[in-house]
């Protein structure tokens, strides 16, 4: 599934780490990984018909690179 932050694509989820707490989407962007909470917090939508997650504008969770 691809990610998106405000229709920019930030990557692809590589895969799903499971915690006590909540999982954690881990997402390959350009070879750098990036754990989002599976939590409404911060995903916005998921379209498993299109193979794309949204995700809330969170200053600091994914890098400007």
């Known amino acids: 599934l691809s990610v ?15 915690s006590k707490k909540y999982d954690l989407l881990v997402v390959d962007q350009n070879g750098k990984k990036h754990m989002i909470p599976n939590i409404p917090e911060f995903i ?9 997650i949204d995700i809330y504008e969170m200053k600091g969770l994914i890098d400007e690179d």
């Open 4 to 18: 998106y932050e405000n229709d920019r694509n930030i990557g692809t989820v590589a895969y799903l780490l499971k």
């Open 44 to 52: 916005k939508a998921i379209d498993l018909e299109q193979k794309r």
